[in-house]
């Protein structure tokens, strides 16, 4: 079988090569180790569970390594989950890297990168736009490869350009629609944002949260962040405040990670892009996944809803 593991179904057969994106160890019932595998090709990701599980493959068969292997798709909770049959890591003979694995932005970094450079020349406001331009310099090459998360949108290479620009895109059509907005203070907004996520997740093969990301989070360390390079630049206005406002507000509420609500008319409209691209991304990637007539998996970060595909399409 040939095609990813983002495309299998139940009852599917397995044979081929996978990354280990995550590897946990439990202990079963019957009181013998097993490990859990989040397995990962460019199409997506599975879990697997390697039962009886011996010291030495403990050590074989950790995070970023790339394994062989045969199995079946079964599914358990409302979810897949690959049943191995048997599992090797890879050879060097073998030929694969893993770079093979790794899921990428369907643009390419280049096309983001000018995207990013044609808004910021669109800037009239001289304050946010040597702001924007020192942050984009500083952070350029993390910019244009990091993912925008761990899991659930934009969750591979280039992910988190990939957002902004779209975020981006959705801001200048709203601004068409109202443009009382400054849209410069949202566009602003919209590519610092997340800005901080580069100092919280640890990269881009296999994500995860740093130490300063646990304990800090991307959004009080953007904030800060904020404060100094406009002390950097010599900066001392009211844009730097409300800038920081906006980062700070951007997940709408206390109880998604935002210290303050948006108080600010462009602090709303971020929070409102940047959940319609969220959301988006995970229904086009589980819809694209599933045959018209049937269900995508349970989401969980949309409420553990089923999305289903109907069988009628645009024309």
């Known amino acids: 079988m040939n095609k990813g593991i983002g495309y299998v179904t139940v009852g599917d057969s397995f044979d081929g090569y996978m990354l280990i994106k995550e590897s946990t160890k439990g202990v079963a019932s019957n009181g013998k180790p097993f490990l859990t595998l989040i397995l990962g090709d460019a199409t997506g990701e599975i879990e697997a569970k390697l039962w009886d599980a011996s ?22 909770r409302g979810k897949s989950q690959l049943k191995i049959m048997s599992v090797r890591p890879a050879q060097a003979t073998d030929g694969v890297r893993v770079s093979d694995f790794v899921e990428k932005a369907p643009v390419e970094k280049e096309v983001l990168s000018d995207k990013l450079t044609e808004v910021i020349f669109e800037m009239d406001n001289p304050v946010l736009q040597r702001i924007v331009r020192a942050f984009i310099k500083k952070y350029q090459e993390a910019l244009l490869t990091y993912p925008a998360a761990s899991r659930n949108h934009h969750e591979y290479v280039s992910g988190l350009a990939h957002h902004i620009v779209s975020m981006l895109g959705i801001a200048k059509e709203l601004h068409k629609l109202y443009p009382e ?26 994500t995860s949260y740093t130490t300063e990301g646990k304990l800090l989070g991307h959004i009080p360390m953007m904030v800060e962040e904020i404060g100094l390079m406009a002390k950097e630049l010599q900066i001392e206005s009211e844009e730097v405040l409300i800038l920081q406002h906006l980062v700070l507000s951007h997940h709408g509420k206390a109880e998604w990670g935002s210290p303050k609500p948006p108080l600010v008319r462009e602090a709303e409209i971020l929070h409102l892009i940047d959940l319609i691209d969220a959301k988006m991304n995970m229904l086009n990637r589980a819809l694209d996944k599933v045959k018209p007539g049937e269900y995508t998996e349970r989401l969980f970060a949309m409420d553990n809803r089923s999305f289903y595909k109907p069988l009628f399409e645009e024309k």
């Open 181 to 206: 907005v400054n849209k410069d203070l949202l566009y602003a907004g919209i590519i610092l944002h997340d800005l901080g996520k580069l100092k919280e997740l640890s990269g881009v093969v296999t």
């Open 55 to 76: 010291k030495e493959d403990e050590s074989l068969f950790i995070a970023e390594k790339i394994v062989k292997l045969a199995g079946e798709i079964n599914q358990f």
